[in-house]
């Protein structure tokens, strides 16, 4: 057990180091190409937010997707005060520097909108400004109030958490990411009130911790500061001057105006400020401000309480406790009421002590205290309304002990079981904001332009937070109106009538006035007031008013009688002033002034107009207006009444006023969202977003900015939609590689069925989840048609049953249409098969001689295979069957048909498979011979012996007098003309596999029909011969002496002439096919040569037979001719062509047309090596002699090997030898023999290789091997060069050869493979194992079309029974360098450089870089191949001397300034194993400058803002970039011009909407309309409406609102009094609380949500709540002794009066005793064995004996078992 665990702490220690090595790397690093993340580095600061970075490294040689560098911040703490500002600190860094010669104490610029991260520095009492670097150290602040800092260069977000690309920031409370609960807004306004006693006055308290602190005074007075630290000390600052000042350590900005002061306080203040007002003037002066007041008294949760219990699980609690933020110290909780923001956080559980208690019992789970009880709490009722609706008010609440049962009942308990935690408070304070107090506007101007008018001005209810709301005192409301005096005199009499009461007063009110709507409700409906009844001065108004309602079944009107309406009745006579009479002014007497102004005050006796503020205004930007809203009120409730009770003409005019003038900035316009991508899971919406700038409001014409130029952030552009878990449903994976490479074939695919999640991720479930039909599994797939191909046979079986035979087999060319469906196609379709694919030597035991053949054997003819052909003509010829014979016409022919174990007269002949009998012209002898008398044309064809089941064949054709073979002979013998008139090397592709696969290897029916096939060939050689030049037969006059010989010769029937004819060529039929072999092995190119070759080396043989037969004629005829005349023809005639046929075969290659007789000069030719197709010579047991292209087997009996090498050249070629790639290096035993040959004495297992016979010339070379291999074992010509092919379209290589090659080249990889028996060549790619259709048969894998999918490593391996042996080459492609439009790490080091370098990629064409001098460029190379591509860098053509940096592998070249080079061109120059690529760039050097040569657009299109300012442009030569670069030349002096002043259009103006006239059920908004003008000179001039109607439609001035309908609550009748008991005869009674309309229709109770909602519950007093607890005595102690003893008793819930029992939830409200307890806790005397439970009969039936714990409690009842 020791070693076990020793062994699982040590595999957890290995997995431990594991996890924590570098070398873990996650999951997502393990799919990528990355190696994991390294350490972090030091912190780049110490203090104050620095930097630290992590590398990673890629671990592949392509390139890795994403960076290898990351940052976070460190250091995240202030620096002390006396560490000083980080950038001043680098800045001093220099001071010691010489900067142009002199020293400078440097001070940090900070803020540089342009390049925020780069060292800039000014000499300290100078205005030199330089960039010391281009960057600052990791961790320097971007900008003073900002958290952004700088990491290598680029300035990167910080958020107030501190963290790097955080976008979180502070709250108006300064609390990061806050929600701005723990501070609230204060806003006011104090207006002086000068007093003769008083000096100055408190304007407002700012308490420590406000932030954005804002006070403007207007007036003449000042302001000044009081201070009072938390410590206590008092101080005083008078601000006299503009300026930034430090108090009490907060910043303080203050501005001086001669009439305005403004003070700033970003804060958070460090002391309670007062700010005072001293007095300075008799004018009054008002203080408007606004802060955040921090919430002093917060909430702050306290740890865990004690565990409730110390073992077996218990639980514990947090509170909280209301915490003073200023003395740092826990205050009462009702402080923290005080403020309506503060939310009480909810107490937290959590279990605890979860540990078994030691020496349990194992009986604990019964007891039912151990089951889980919730702990006593504290419950609260509601609170009460508060005392007061603001200004400070209380409410009250109470608060009580409670626990819930195991059956969720809840009871009241004593007090001290809540105390764990604080017990809430019963009373708090409430709506201690500031009451609403009248805020008075500025004075309208007066309403006449001389003399004694009236002014207005708005009066607004302001609550605590700023908003206009009511609640203010009526009483204390400031008047809206006074008179005023123009000092302008008037020259008209003055009038005695008020102004308001004029006459345009009462036409704007008739003109205003509109009558009221008829509704279905009863309601007072006046008509049109009456003209007034006088034409001048003051008369009387009627109007008629109704009681209507509207009949909704028929829309039509009713009249009711006055009483059935309700509410004040509308007025019906008003008095009306039409102007003085007679156009002058008018006296009016005491009389008629009272009755006019008592007529005209019973409107002003009970209402009036006044104004309620302003109107939002019309446009938020651009120029809008602003209208004093005008309500009429009831003086004495304050209460907005219908304006019809308000005199009209007392209506104070419309104010105006113009607002938000300021040029509306650019702004972003937003289109609709799309549709969502996806309808479930999680899908995307997008939206165009773009930036714009409004031109003119009155044509809404708007110009498409750049984005940068609109301030705000930019709206999103994406949003995430349906983000809903979707149904399951299947999910197709990838499909699977086809069945077929080639052709048609299925692929397959599987289904899943998954669901897709509201966070994009799929969840895989079973199948059963999924109802839908499954998605298509298996679909047809079409690739490339697959390559013809031959379908070989089975080997035939040997030739021969003893000795040496051969093998062959038939091939078939087949095209695949589908899979296991093949079509047989032309064989010149595929491609050429090798002829030693088709037939191979067979070798059998050696054959036994018999003295005399057996008796039971079958007839046999004794055929000659011979070919004749007859040159001269003679009268008779005999033959023998089997063979051919090219014959003159007119000459006789004796065929004979020898046969063995068969009667001669039994022999039939035939002709063309027709049967032959004797006639006139063909004689049948009954000896075994026939004969054709003088042939002709007619006698041409196949000849037929046949002796029982033995037959052969004797083809006989005629030979025309232009040496051609005669065409149109009979049916058998017969070939097409274009096959007589075609070349040989025709014949051979034609007929080529006839011969291969189906003549030499079929059965005698077979034979038959490809007779003629066969003789095409012979026919193609046969006319070669005839016309082959240098016969003696050419020169008549040489023959004559032989044709007198042949005259005297002996009888025609004399057999023996068959041998001396002197006339008739002869060779064996076994030439003419190896010359057919042989030239189906050469090359196409060469076949021509070859043939020619062939014909003239058979010649040769042919004409040296008959010479020594010829020899032989003239020593037996000396008698009749002098030796001297036959010999001189032929040394005279035949010299030139025997003398050429003595000299070696190899000088032998001349073209048909080229005589050898006539002494020409022969052409250069290119070496060619002669290849045979013969199997190896065994001359004995120890020699073997061979020829190029076989296989030699080394025996333990061989001692030599002699390999042939011919080959044909002009030049005469150079034979040299090399075996497996290397020459062979000569000795006693490997020699080289005179006539080329390479012979190997004693051959030993180190001999075993391939041995080449190089032929080279001045014109080329060529090259052939013969395998020499040991016992038979496989062997491979094998190759160790490079190939590199930059151009060709094909190349071919042996095995074993690195192969480096352009794409789309085709590659053939050559495995020549010997073996015996023949080795089975088999082909991998990358150790995978290539299928039929990528290689050949013979050993030859062709790579078409190579690509980059192609690279890797193929292996040829080669087996048989005696072994195997591979062999592998790398084919690696190859791609020359291009340009590419982008790179990744180009753009990378471009993007990371600053401002202030030019960066460029060269091209081939060339590009063009103009810089000003001084300046830095980044010049790149973008070019890519593969492999990777060296660059070398030019400058003017030369290599670059001047000084300059190499980046990014040296793809950049970096010049750090541009001075150091003049004008010129630099070049890239890219090179690989592939090719070479120039790339160019030509650099201008030029200064920068400033242009004014454009303006911008008008600010407005009509009026008199419109200015155009002239577009400042920073300039290099004609081309506009970014203006820092022109930073350093003084800017030219720009004027703005005015544009567009001109009036405007006519435009209509509209206000804000009034209020509803009604709440709910349906009511009327309306505004005001109005056409104005806005002229050049900025005044707006009232037109008619004509005038704006025909610019665009009139806005509409009413409108519905309030819709919805009026609802209240209902409540239904209390319950019965049988609630739960709450107490000693109380319990609760209910109701419900219903939502309805008022015709009593029930609607949802969220309509009502906005009312306040009845009481659904209360107390009620009842008999059935007198109960109490009875409890019964306890029970004996169930031990004696220990801690495991316990005791019970009975509880019951009964009634007083009647003490009987009842349900216990009656008694909830009273803590119930409890039912059990422990007993008897005393140590037990270990003196006997005994039981101390009385469970121990239970212990023993159980079987718990062997327990422990159980044996010692039971241990008499356990002892006894």
């Given at each position: 057990?020791?070693?076990?665990?020793?062994?699982?702490?040590?595999?957890?220690?290995?997995?431990?180091?594991?996890?924590?090595?570098?070398?873990?790397?996650?999951?997502?690093?393990?799919?990528?190409?990355?190696d994991?993340?390294?350490?972090?580095?030091?912190?780049?600061?110490?203090?104050?937010?620095?930097?630290?970075?992590?590398?990673?490294?890629?671990?592949?040689?392509?390139?890795?997707?994403?960076?290898?560098?990351?940052?976070?911040?460190?250091s995240?703490?202030?620096c002390?005060?006396?560490?000083?500002?980080?950038?001043?600190?680098?800045?001093?860094?220099?001071?010691?520097?010489?900067?142009q010669?002199?020293?400078?104490?440097?001070?940090?610029?900070?803020n540089?909108?342009?390049?925020?991260?780069?060292?800039?520095?000014?000499?300290?009492?100078?205005?030199?400004?330089?960039?010391?670097?281009?960057?600052?150290?990791?961790?320097?602040?971007?900008?003073?109030?900002?958290?952004?800092?700088c990491?290598?260069?680029?300035?990167?977000?910080?958020?107030?958490?501190?963290?790097?690309?955080?976008?979180?920031?502070?709250?108006?409370?300064?609390?990061?990411?806050?929600?701005?609960?723990?501070?609230?807004?204060?806003?006011?306004?104090?207006k002086?009130?000068?007093?003769?006693?008083?000096?100055?006055?408190?304007?407002?308290?700012?308490?420590?911790?406000?932030?954005?602190?804002?006070?403007?005074?207007?007036?003449?007075?000042?302001?000044?500061?009081?201070?009072?630290?938390?410590?206590?000390?008092k101080?005083?600052?008078?601000?006299?001057?503009?300026?930034?000042?430090?108090?009490?350590?907060?910043?303080?900005?203050?501005?001086k105006?001669?009439?305005?002061?403004?003070?700033?306080?970003?804060?958070?203040?460090?002391?309670?400020?007062?700010?005072?007002?001293?007095?300075?003037?008799?004018?009054?002066?008002?203080?408007?401000?606004?802060?955040?007041?921090?919430?002093?008294?917060?909430w702050?949760?306290?740890?865990?309480?004690?565990?409730?219990?110390?073992?077996?699980?218990?639980?514990?609690?947090?509170?909280?406790?209301?915490?003073?933020?200023r003395?740092?110290?826990?205050v009462?909780?009702?402080?923290?009421?005080?403020?309506?923001?503060?939310?009480?956080?909810?107490?937290?559980?959590?279990?605890?002590?979860?540990?078994?208690?030691?020496?349990?019992?194992?009986?604990?789970?019964i007891?039912?205290?151990?089951?889980?009880?919730?702990?006593?709490?504290?419950?609260?009722?509601?609170?009460?309304?508060?005392?007061?609706?603001?200004?400070?008010?209380?409410?009250?609440?109470?608060?009580?002990?409670?626990?819930?049962?195991?059956?969720?009942?809840?009871?009241?308990?004593?007090?001290?079981k809540?105390?764990?935690?604080?017990?809430?408070?019963?009373?708090?304070?409430?709506?201690?904001?500031?009451?609403?107090?009248?805020?008075?506007?500025?004075?309208?101007?007066?309403?006449v332009?001389?003399?004694?008018?009236?002014?207005?001005?708005?009066?607004?209810?302001?609550?605590?937070?700023?908003?206009?709301?009511?609640?203010?005192?009526?009483?204390?409301?400031?008047?809206?109106?006074?008179?005023?005096?123009?000092?302008?005199?008037?020259?008209?009499?003055?009038?005695?009538?008020?102004?308001?009461?004029k006459?345009?007063?009462?036409?704007?009110?008739?003109?205003?006035?509109?009558?009221?709507?008829?509704?279905?409700?009863?309601?007072?409906?006046?008509?049109?007031?009456?003209?007034?009844?006088?034409?001048?001065?003051?008369g009387?108004?009627?109007?008629?008013?109704?009681?209507?309602?509207?009949?909704?079944?028929?829309?039509?009107?009713?009249?009711?009688?006055?009483?059935?309406?309700?509410?004040?009745?509308?007025?019906?006579?008003?008095?009306?002033?039409?102007?003085?009479?007679?156009?002058?002014?008018?006296?009016?007497?005491?009389?008629?002034?009272?009755?006019?102004?008592?007529?005209?005050?019973?409107?002003?006796?009970?209402?009036?107009?006044?104004?309620?503020?302003?109107?939002?205004?019309?446009?938020?930007?651009?120029?809008?207006?602003?209208?004093?809203?005008?309500?009429?009120?009831?003086?004495?409730?304050?209460?907005?009444a219908?304006?019809?009770?308000?005199?009209?003409?007392?209506r104070?005019?419309?104010?105006?006023?113009?607002?938000?003038?300021?040029?509306?900035?650019?702004?972003?316009?937003?289109?609709?969202?799309?549709?969502?991508?996806?309808?479930?899971?999680?899908?995307?919406?997008?939206?165009?977003?773009?930036?714009?700038?409004?031109?003119?409001?009155?044509?809404?014409?708007t110009?498409?900015?750049?984005?940068?130029?609109?301030?705000?952030?930019?709206?999103?552009?994406?949003?995430?939609?349906?983000?809903?878990?979707?149904?399951?449903?299947?999910?197709?994976?990838?499909?699977?590689?086809?069945?077929?490479?080639?052709?048609?074939?299925?692929?397959k695919?599987?289904?899943?069925?998954?669901?897709?999640?509201?966070?994009?991720?799929?969840?895989?479930?079973?199948?059963?989840?999924?109802?839908?039909?499954?998605?298509?599994t298996?679909?047809?797939?079409?690739?490339?048609?697959?390559?013809?191909?031959?379908?070989?046979?089975?080997?035939?079986?040997?030739?021969?049953?003893?000795?040496?035979?051969?093998q062959?087999?038939?091939?078939?060319?087949?095209?695949?249409?589908?899979?296991?469906?093949?079509?047989?196609?032309?064989?010149?379709?595929c491609?050429?098969?090798?002829?030693s694919?088709?037939?191979?030597?067979?070798?059998?035991?050696?054959?036994?001689?018999?003295?005399?053949?057996?008796?039971?054997?079958?007839?046999?003819?004794?055929?000659?295979?011979?070919?004749?052909?007859?040159?001269?003509?003679?009268?008779?010829l005999?033959?023998?069957?089997?063979?051919?014979?090219?014959?003159?016409?007119?000459?006789?022919?004796?065929?004979?048909?020898?046969t063995?174990?068969?009667?001669?007269?039994m022999?039939?002949?035939?002709?063309?498979?027709?049967?032959?009998?004797?006639?006139?012209?063909?004689?049948?002898?009954?000896?075994?011979?026939?004969?054709?008398?003088?042939?002709?044309?007619?006698?041409?064809?196949?000849?037929?012996?046949?002796?029982?089941?033995?037959?052969?064949?004797?083809?006989?054709?005629?030979?025309?007098?232009?040496?051609?073979?005669?065409?149109?002979?009979?049916?058998?013998?017969?070939?097409?003309?274009?096959?007589?008139?075609?070349?040989?090397?025709?014949?051979?592709?034609?007929?080529?596999?006839?011969?291969?696969?189906?003549?030499?290897?079929?059965?005698?029916?077979?034979?038959?029909?490809?007779?003629?096939?066969?003789?095409?060939l012979?026919d193609?050689?046969?006319?070669?011969l005839?016309?082959?030049?240098?016969?003696?037969?050419?020169?008549?006059?040489?023959?004559?002496?032989?044709?007198?010989?042949?005259?005297?010769?002996?009888?025609?029937?004399?057999q023996?002439?068959?041998?001396?004819?002197?006339?008739?060529?002869?060779?064996?039929?076994?030439?003419?096919?190896?010359?057919?072999?042989?030239?189906?092995?050469?090359?196409?190119?060469?076949?021509?040569?070859?043939?020619?070759q062939?014909?003239?080396?058979?010649?040769?043989?042919?004409?040296?037979?008959?010479?020594?037969?010829?020899?032989?004629?003239?020593?037996?005829?000396?008698?009749?001719?002098?030796?001297?005349?036959?010999?001189?023809?032929?040394?005279?005639?035949?010299?030139?062509?025997?003398?050429?046929?003595?000299?070696?075969?190899?000088?032998?290659?001349?073209?048909a047309?080229?005589?050898?007789?006539?002494?020409?000069?022969?052409?250069?030719?290119?070496?060619?090596?002669?290849?045979?197709?013969?199997?190896?010579?065994?001359?004995?047991?120890?020699?073997?002699?061979?020829?190029?292209?076989?296989?030699?087997?080394?025996?333990?009996?061989?001692?030599?090997?002699?390999?042939?090498?011919?080959?044909?050249?002009?030049?005469?070629?150079?034979?040299?030898w090399?075996?497996?790639?290397?020459?062979?290096?000569?000795?006693?035993?490997?020699?080289?023999?005179?006539?080329?040959?390479?012979?190997?004495?004693?051959?030993?297992?180190?001999?075993?290789?391939?041995?080449?016979?190089n032929?080279?010339?001045?014109?080329?070379?060529?090259?052939?091997s013969?395998?020499?291999?040991?016992?038979?074992?496989?062997?491979?010509?094998?190759?160790?060069?490079?190939?590199?092919?930059?151009?060709?379209?094909?190349?071919?290589?042996?095995?074993?050869?690195?192969?480096?090659?352009?794409?789309?080249?085709?590659?053939?990889?050559?495995?020549?493979?010997?073996?015996?028996?023949?080795?089975?060549v088999?082909?991998?790619?990358?150790?995978?194992?290539?299928?039929?259709?990528?290689?050949?048969?013979?050993?030859?894998?062709?790579?078409?079309?190579?690509?980059?999918s192609?690279?890797?490593?193929?292996?040829?391996?080669?087996?048989?029974?005696?072994?195997?042996?591979?062999?592998?080459?790398?084919?690696?492609?190859?791609?020359?360098?291009?340009?590419?439009?982008?790179?990744?790490?180009?753009?990378?080091?471009?993007?990371?450089?600053?401002?202030?370098?030019?960066?460029?990629?060269?091209?081939?064409?060339?590009?063009?870089?103009?810089?000003?001098?001084?300046?830095?460029?980044?010049?790149?190379?973008?070019?890519?191949?593969?492999?990777?591509?060296?660059?070398?860098?030019?400058?003017?053509?030369?290599?670059?001397?001047?000084?300059?940096?190499?980046?990014?592998?040296?793809?950049?070249?970096?010049?750090?300034?541009?001075?150091?080079?003049?004008?010129?061109?630099?070049?890239?120059?890219?090179?690989?194993?592939?090719?070479?690529?120039?790339?160019?760039?030509?650099?201008?050097?030029?200064?920068?400058?400033?242009?004014?040569?454009?303006?911008?657009?008008?600010?407005?299109?009509?009026?008199?803002?419109?200015?155009?300012?002239?577009?400042?442009?920073?300039?290099?030569?004609?081309?506009?970039?970014?203006?820092?670069?022109?930073?350093?030349?003084?800017?030219?002096?720009?004027?703005?011009i005015?544009?567009?002043?001109?009036?405007?259009p006519?435009?209509?103006?509209?206000?804000?909407?009034?209020?509803?006239?009604?709440?709910?059920?349906?009511?009327?908004?309306?505004?005001?309309?109005?056409?104005?003008?806005?002229?050049a000179?900025?005044?707006?001039?009232?037109?008619?409406?004509?005038?704006?109607?025909?610019?665009?439609?009139?806005?509409?001035?009413?409108?519905?609102?309030?819709?919805?309908?009026?609802?209240?609550?209902?409540?239904?009748?209390?319950?019965?009094?049988?609630?739960?008991?709450?107490?000693?005869?109380?319990?609760?009674?209910?109701?419900?609380?219903?939502?309805?309309?008022?015709?009593?229709?029930?609607?949802?109770?969220?309509?009502?949500?906005?009312l306040?909602?009845?009481?659904?519950?209360?107390?009620?007093?009842?008999?059935?709540?007198?109960v109490?607890?009875?409890?019964?005595?306890?029970?004996?102690?169930?031990a004696?002794?220990?801690?495991?003893?316990?005791?019970?008793?009975?509880?019951?819930?009964?009634?007083?009066?009647?003490?009987?029992?009842?349900?216990?939830h009656?008694?909830s409200?009273?803590?119930?005793?409890?039912?059990?307890?422990?007993?008897?806790v005393?140590?037990?005397?270990?003196?006997?064995?005994?039981?101390?439970?009385?469970?121990?009969?239970?212990?023993?039936?159980l079987?718990?004996?062997?327990?422990?714990?159980?044996?010692?409690?039971?241990?008499?009842?356990?002892?006894?078992?």
């Open positions: 057990m020791e070693y076990c665990r020793w062994t699982a702490a040590g595999t957890l220690l290995l997995a431990s180091l594991i996890l924590s090595s570098r070398t873990a790397r996650s999951e997502e690093d393990r799919d990528s190409l990355w994991a993340w390294g350490s972090w580095s030091e912190c780049s600061r110490t203090c104050g937010g620095g930097a630290s970075y992590s590398l990673r490294r890629c671990l592949s040689s392509k390139t890795c997707e994403g960076r290898n560098i990351r940052y976070r911040t460190c995240n703490v202030d002390p005060p006396e560490a000083g500002d980080f950038r001043a600190q680098q800045c001093s860094a220099h001071n010691d520097v010489k900067y010669g002199q020293f400078y104490e440097w001070l940090p610029v900070s540089d909108p342009d390049n925020p991260c780069s060292l800039k520095c000014q000499a300290r009492g100078m205005a030199l400004v330089v960039e010391l670097a281009p960057k600052v150290l990791d961790g320097t602040r971007c900008y003073t109030e900002s958290l952004d800092m990491i290598s260069g680029l300035c990167q977000i910080v958020g107030c958490d501190r963290q790097l690309g955080s976008t979180v920031k502070e709250d108006n409370c300064g609390v990061c990411n806050g929600d701005g609960s723990t501070c609230r807004l204060v806003r006011g306004q104090f002086s009130q000068l007093a003769a006693n008083k000096l100055d006055d408190t304007v407002v308290a700012i308490p420590y911790g406000s932030r954005q602190v804002r006070l403007v005074l207007k007036g003449p007075d000042h302001l000044y500061l009081e201070t009072k630290t938390l410590q206590g000390l101080s005083e600052n008078s601000l006299s001057t503009t300026g930034s000042f430090l108090v009490e350590n907060s910043s303080i900005d203050f501005q105006f001669p009439d305005k002061e403004i003070l700033r306080i970003s804060g958070p203040l460090t002391a309670d400020f007062t700010i005072k007002i001293r007095y300075a003037g008799a004018a009054d002066s008002s203080v408007q401000f606004i802060f955040y007041q921090p919430i002093i008294h917060r702050r949760e306290t740890d865990f309480f004690p565990c409730s219990a110390s073992c077996g699980g218990g639980y514990q609690l947090t509170s909280a406790e209301c915490f003073d933020l003395s740092n110290r826990v009462a909780d009702q402080y923290c009421h005080y403020y309506p923001e503060n939310t009480k956080p909810k107490p937290k559980l959590q279990e605890c002590n979860l540990d078994p208690c030691p020496a349990s019992d194992g009986y604990k789970q007891m039912p205290y151990d089951l889980y009880h919730p702990l006593p709490r504290w419950e609260s009722t509601p609170w009460t309304a508060c005392s007061s609706s603001c200004g400070g008010g209380i409410q009250s609440r109470s608060i009580s002990c409670v626990e819930e049962d195991i059956q969720g009942h809840i009871s009241p308990v004593e007090e001290w809540c105390m764990y935690t604080p017990k809430m408070p019963v009373v708090q304070p409430c709506n201690i904001f500031d009451c609403p107090k009248w805020l008075a506007q500025e004075w309208s101007p007066c309403t332009t001389c003399g004694q008018g009236l002014r207005y001005r708005v009066v607004l209810c302001l609550d605590h937070r700023g908003m206009h709301t009511g609640g203010c005192s009526p009483k204390t409301k400031p008047h809206i109106k006074e008179e005023c005096i123009v000092s302008t005199p008037c020259y008209k009499p003055r009038e005695k009538l008020p102004v308001e009461a006459l345009p007063w009462y036409k704007q009110a008739q003109e205003l006035e509109e009558g009221t709507a008829v509704s279905e409700e009863p309601s007072f409906v006046p008509e049109a007031w009456s003209t007034c009844s006088v034409t001048c001065g003051v009387i108004q009627v109007r008629l008013v109704k009681c209507q309602v509207l009949l909704s079944f028929s829309q039509s009107v009713a009249d009711l009688p006055i009483d059935e309406c309700e509410g004040p009745k509308p007025v019906s006579q008003r008095a009306c002033y039409s102007g003085p009479c007679s156009g002058e002014a008018t006296e009016y007497t005491p009389e008629e002034t009272d009755f006019l102004y008592g007529s005209l005050q019973e409107f002003d006796e009970l209402y009036d107009w006044e104004y309620e503020g302003f109107t939002e205004c019309s446009e938020s930007c651009g120029g809008g207006v602003q209208e004093a809203v005008v309500t009429c009120l009831n003086k004495q409730t304050r209460e907005t219908d304006e019809t009770l308000c005199v009209t003409s007392r104070p005019p419309q104010l105006l006023k113009a607002c938000s003038v300021d040029p509306c900035p650019p702004r972003w316009e937003i289109g609709k969202w799309s549709t969502c991508s996806l309808t479930c899971g999680v899908g995307l919406q997008t939206r165009d977003v773009f930036c714009s700038h409004l031109l003119s409001r009155e044509t809404n014409e110009v498409i900015l750049a984005d940068e130029l609109c301030s705000k952030p930019k709206p999103s552009l994406v949003q995430a939609c349906n983000r809903f878990d979707c149904p399951p449903s299947w999910y197709p994976t990838e499909w699977q590689e086809c069945s077929q490479t080639c052709g048609s074939g299925v692929q695919r599987d289904t899943l069925c998954k669901q897709r999640l509201a966070d994009g991720s799929l969840l895989e479930l079973p199948e059963t989840f999924c109802s839908m039909p499954r998605t298509v298996q679909q047809a797939c079409k690739n490339e048609d697959c390559p013809n191909e031959w379908l070989l046979s089975d080997w035939t079986q040997c030739s021969v049953s003893c000795g040496e035979g051969t062959s087999r038939n091939a078939i060319c087949r095209k695949m249409l589908k899979p296991g469906e093949f079509v047989i196609i032309n064989s010149s379709l491609l050429p098969l090798p002829f694919s088709l037939i191979r030597p067979c070798a059998l035991g050696p054959c036994a001689r018999h003295n005399r053949p057996a008796h039971n054997q079958s007839p046999h003819i004794m055929a000659v295979k011979k070919v004749y052909i007859q040159t001269r003509k003679q009268k008779k005999h033959f023998i069957v089997g063979g051919y014979a090219y014959l003159l016409p007119k000459t006789s022919v004796v065929l004979r048909c020898p063995r174990r068969f009667r001669k007269s022999i039939t002949w035939e002709k063309d498979d027709k049967r032959l009998i004797s006639s006139a012209h063909v004689t049948i002898a009954p000896y075994g011979y026939m004969k054709i008398h003088r042939l002709k044309p007619s006698d041409a064809g196949t000849y037929t012996c046949t002796a029982g089941p033995a037959r052969e064949n004797f083809i006989i054709k005629l030979i025309g007098s232009n040496k051609k073979i005669i065409a149109g002979q009979p049916t058998g013998i017969r070939e097409e003309e274009a096959m007589r008139k075609a070349s040989l090397n025709e014949a051979l592709r034609t007929e080529e596999k006839h011969l291969n696969g189906i003549f030499f290897n079929s059965s005698n029916s077979e034979k038959q029909g490809h007779l003629a096939n066969r003789s095409r012979y193609s050689i046969v006319s070669r005839l016309q082959h030049r240098g016969w003696p037969g050419e020169n008549l006059e040489a023959w004559e002496a032989q044709e007198s010989m042949e005259r005297n010769a002996s009888s025609e029937e004399d023996s002439r068959e041998h001396s004819l002197p006339f008739t060529m002869i060779t064996e039929q076994k030439c003419l096919d190896d010359i057919i072999r042989n030239l189906s092995q050469q090359p196409e190119e060469l076949k021509d040569r070859y043939t020619e062939l014909v003239v080396q058979l010649a040769h043989k042919i004409f040296k037979s008959h010479l020594e037969h010829q020899e032989f004629v003239l020593k037996a005829s000396r008698r009749k001719v002098d030796s001297a005349s036959v010999e001189y023809p032929f040394h005279r005639h035949v010299s030139g062509f025997t003398s050429s046929l003595r000299t070696s075969s190899a000088e032998v290659f001349l073209p047309s080229v005589g050898l007789a006539n002494g020409l000069r022969r052409p250069h030719q290119k070496p060619a090596i002669l290849r045979k197709i013969s199997a190896a010579q065994q001359l004995s047991a120890s020699e073997v002699v061979t020829h190029l292209g076989q296989t030699v087997v080394l025996a333990s009996g061989t001692l030599s090997v002699l390999l042939h090498c011919e080959a044909v050249g002009n030049p005469k070629p150079t034979i040299s090399a075996k497996n790639g290397e020459e062979v290096k000569y000795s006693d035993r490997i020699l080289l023999q005179p006539d080329d040959s390479l012979q190997i004495l004693a051959p030993v297992e180190a001999d075993v290789g391939f041995y080449a016979c032929a080279s010339n001045a014109l080329g070379s060529d090259s052939v013969i395998a020499v291999t040991l016992a038979g074992k496989p062997l491979i010509k094998t190759s160790r060069a490079t190939v590199i092919n930059t151009e060709l379209p094909a190349v071919t290589v042996d095995i074993g050869s690195m192969v480096k090659t352009i794409q789309k080249a085709n590659v053939t990889i050559n495995c020549q493979v010997a073996g015996v028996p023949e080795a089975k088999t082909w991998f790619k990358n150790k995978v194992k290539l299928f039929s259709a990528h290689h050949l048969h013979d050993g030859l894998l062709i790579i078409a079309n190579v690509s980059l192609d690279q890797g490593l193929y292996s040829c391996k080669a087996a048989n029974l005696h072994g195997e042996v591979t062999e592998s080459s790398q084919l690696l492609v190859l791609e020359p360098p291009q340009p590419i439009p982008y790179l990744e790490d180009l753009a990378a080091v471009f993007s990371s450089a600053g401002p202030s370098t030019h960066s460029v990629l060269t091209s081939p064409s060339g590009t063009k870089l103009t810089v000003s001098p001084g300046s830095s460029a980044l010049i790149g190379c973008a070019v890519d191949g593969h492999p990777t591509p060296n660059i070398t860098w030019l400058y003017s053509g030369e290599p670059l001397s001047l000084r300059h940096h190499l980046l990014a592998s040296g793809r950049i070249l970096q010049i750090l300034n541009v001075s150091d080079f003049t004008d010129g061109e630099f070049s890239c120059l890219a090179q690989n194993e592939a090719g070479s690529l120039t790339q160019k760039m030509s650099l201008v050097i030029q200064e920068y400058r400033w242009s004014v040569d454009r303006l911008t657009a008008c600010s407005a299109s009509c009026g008199h803002k419109g200015v155009q300012l002239p577009q400042l442009r920073c300039l290099l030569d004609g081309a506009e970039v970014n203006t820092s670069y022109c930073r350093e030349t003084p800017k030219p002096p720009l004027q703005p005015a544009c567009n002043r001109r009036d405007c006519s435009r209509w103006m509209v206000t804000s909407w009034s209020l509803c006239t009604r709440t709910c059920g349906g009511g009327i908004q309306m505004r005001r309309v109005t056409c104005q003008r806005l002229t000179k900025g005044s707006s001039v009232p037109m008619s409406n004509e005038a704006c109607a025909q610019v665009s439609k009139r806005p509409v001035d009413t409108q519905n609102c309030n819709r919805q309908p009026c609802v209240e609550w209902v409540a239904s009748s209390w319950s019965q009094c049988n609630g739960p008991c709450i107490g000693p005869r109380l319990a609760v009674q209910h109701r419900q609380i219903f939502c309805q309309t008022k015709d009593g229709t029930s609607v949802s109770s969220d309509q009502c949500s906005a306040p909602r009845p009481l659904s519950t209360q107390n009620c007093w009842t008999d059935i709540c007198g109490h607890w009875r409890v019964s005595l306890w029970t004996v102690c169930t004696t002794c220990g801690n495991y003893g316990f005791q019970s008793r009975r509880i019951d819930c009964v009634h007083i009066r009647t003490n009987k029992p009842v349900m216990e009656h008694c409200w009273r803590p119930r005793p409890s039912n059990w307890q422990r007993c008897n005393t140590p037990c005397e270990n003196v006997e064995c005994r039981d101390t439970t009385r469970y121990c009969e239970k212990v023993k039936q079987k718990l004996c062997q327990l422990t714990q159980f044996k010692s409690r039971c241990c008499g009842t356990c002892g006894k078992s």
